[in-house]
C-alpha cells in the first residue's frame, strides 16, 4: 500500500473521530471475518500488515477446517496478513467512535492469497480490463426479518409493496437510515410477496466497489437485526413453505476510455441487441451450469430454483423476460445490462460478480453466438435445458470446465471445492426431520 494511501486513510479516521476500527475480511461465504484494532495501533498494522489466520478462506460454513485445501495444514497452519484498502473506509453508525475498512489478504508483501474472494474478482476485473472494459455490476438482494427466538416470520399475509408491511417494523424505518449513514445508497425499499420478506435495493457500482457495498449491506443487515432483537436471514429458502430469496445479479460492460456503456447501442442491420452483449449473454448461459455452484454454494439453494416462484429453472435468456436466468434489460438503451435471476441470496457477492463476469467475457473472447430467443416465458418452455438441480450436480459441471476453472484461478478452485464437498458430505450425513417424520413410525 503507497504511504500517502495510509496517510489519507489515517485523516479519514481522524476525521470520524474513530477510536476503533475493524479490519475486515470476507471470508468465502461472504462473512465478515474481523479485528478490532484501536486507534493508535491502526497505521503500524497498516503498513506492515496484520497477522490473521491463514486458514480462513479454507473454513466451512460452520466453521470447520477442511482439508485437502492447500490451507491449513498444507501450509503448517501459517499467518496471513491482512492490509487494509484505504478508499473502503466508512463509519460503523451503530457503534460509537468506530470504523470498519475492507482488507485484502496476502501471504506476504507482493505475495497476495489467490483463493481470497476479493482476490478472485479483482482477477477476473484484470482479465476484463486487458480486453479494454471495466463492468459495473448491481447486487439485488431479498432477505427475511424473523422473530429470533421462534424463527417465523413477524407478520402472514402476501402483501407485496403493501405500506403498512413496508414499514411493519420501526426499526425498518431506523435500517434505512443506517444503511445510508454506513455508505449504502438505497434507492428503493419494499417487502416481498412472502410474510416477512424484503428487498432492500442500492445503486450500482463499478468493479470491486460493487462487491465491497454488497458484502457491507448484508453484514450490516445481520448485525443490525441482531442488535434489535431480530433475525435477519438472507437462506434461499428458510422453510418449505417459505418464498426462495434470491440475489439478482446486474452486469454491463463499460469502454474503460470513456465510460460509455458497451452493451448500449443497436446490432447490424437494425438488430436491437448489439454483437457485445449477444456474445456475453451467450458466454453466461454456455457457463452456467458450472458457476451454479458459486451463486448458488449450498444445498438449500436448489430449493429456489422452481417454475412458477420468479426464479429460472433452465438456462434461458429474454428481453424483459423475468423468468428467465438471463433477463437482459433496457435493450439497445444507455443502461442496457444484463441481468442474471439465478443466484441465490446466500452467494458471496464478489464470487458471484466474478462468476457472471468471466462467464460472459469467455463468450466475449470466443465470439460465442447468442441463440434466438426461446418462445416465453422461459419457464414454460420444456425444450431449454434445466439448470442443474443439486450442488453435487453443479459441482461437477464446475470442476468439468477448464476454461472457467482458468479464469477464476487454481488457487481458489481447489479452496472453494475442497470446503463445498465437505459441507455435502456433512449434508448427506445428517438425518432430517422429514425423514424422521416419514419413516419412524410407519416403518
Given amino acids: ?21 475493524r479490519f475486515e475480511l470476507p471470508d468465502l461465504h461472504g462473512i465478515a471475518r474481523v479485528k478490532v484494532i484501536p486507534i493508535a495501533k491502526v497505521e503500524s498494522y497498516a503498513r ?75 482477477r477476473v476485473l484484470d482479465r476484463a480490463a486487458a480486453m479494454g472494459f471495466d463492468a459495473m455490476f448491481g447486487h439485488e438482494f431479498e432477505y427475511y426479518m424473523l422473530d429470533v427466538a421462534t424463527k417465523q416470520p413477524l407478520f402472514g399475509g402476501v402483501h407485496i409493496f403493501n405500506a403498512t408491511r413496508n414499514q411493519y417494523m420501526p426499526f425498518m424505518d431506523t ?53 434489535a432483537g431480530y433475525l435477519a436471514t438472507f437462506m434461499s429458502k428458510p422453510a418449505t413453505d417459505m418464498a426462495g430469496s434470491g440475489c439478482h445479479v446486474h452486469v454491463s460492460l463499460l469502454n474503460a476510455r470513456d465510460g460509455s456503456n458497451a452493451f448500449a447501442g443497436a446490432g447490424p442491420n437494425g438488430a436491437p441487441m448489439n454483437p457485445l452483449i449477444r456474445s456475453f449473454t451467450a458466454g453466461l448461459l454456455a457457463h452456467m451450469k458450472a458457476i451454479q455452484p458459486i451463486i448458488g ?10 417454475p412458477h416462484t420468479f426464479a429460472p429453472s433452465n438456462v434461458s435468456w ?11 434489460k433496457d435493450v439497445g438503451h444507455a443502461n442496457c445490462h444484463v441481468e442474471m435471476r439465478a443466484a441465490s441470496a446466500m452467494a458471496n457477492p464478489y464470487l458471484s460478480a466474478a462468476a457472471v463476469l468471466a462467464a460472459g467475457l469467455l463468450g466475449v473472447e470466443q465470439k460465442l453466438e447468442l441463440k434466438d430467443q426461446a418462445p416465453g416465458p422461459s419457464e414454460e418452455n420444456l ?59 410407519v416403518h
Fill in 1 to 21: 500500500m503507497a504511504a500517502d494511501g495510509i496517510a489519507q486513510m489515517m485523516h479519514a479516521l481522524k476525521d470520524m473521530g474513530a477510536r476503533y476500527v
Fill in 48 to 122: 506492515k500488515g496484520l497477522n490473521f489466520y491463514g486458514g480462513i478462506v479454507g473454513l466451512d460454513t460452520a466453521s470447520n477446517v477442511i482439508g485437502e485445501s492447500g490451507l491449513h495444514g498444507d501450509i503448517s497452519y501459517a499467518d496471513q496478513q491482512l492490509v487494509p484498502d484505504p478508499g473502503t473506509v466508512r463509519a460503523v453508525p451503530w457503534l460509537p467512535n468506530t470504523a470498519k475498512v475492507i482488507c485484502d489478504a496476502r501471504w506476504a508483501p507482493d505475495q497476495p492469497v489467490h483463493a481470497s474472494p476479493r482476490s478472485v474478482l479483482r
Fill in 318 to 328: 429474454g428481453v424483459e423476460d423475468r423468468t428467465a436466468t438471463a433477463r437482459i
Fill in 383 to 441: 425444450a431449454l435445458e434445466p439448470l442443474a438441480p443439486t450442488l453435487e450436480d453443479a459441482l461437477t459441471a464446475f470442476e468439468a470446465d477448464a476454461p472457467l476453472r482458468a479464469m477464476l484461478g487454481e488457487d481458489f478452485v481447489k479452496v472453494f471445492t475442497a470446503v463445498k464437498r465437505a459441507e455435502l458430505a456433512r449434508f448427506r450425513a445428517t438425518v432430517t426431520e422429514w425423514e424422521r417424520n416419514e419413516y419412524l413410525e
Fill in 297 to 306: 454454494p449450498t444445498p438449500n439453494c436448489y430449493h429456489r430454483l422452481k
Fill in 175 to 227: 435500517l434505512l437510515d443506517t444503511l445510508q449513514d454506513a455508505g449504502i445508497d438505497v434507492i428503493t425499499h419494499n417487502v416481498e410477496y412472502a410474510p416477512s420478506q424484503f428487498e432492500t435495493n442500492f445503486g450500482p457500482a463499478i468493479g470491486l466497489e460493487a462487491a465491497d457495498k454488497a458484502f457491507t449491506f448484508k453484514n450490516a443487515i445481520k448485525e443490525l437485526a441482531h442488535r
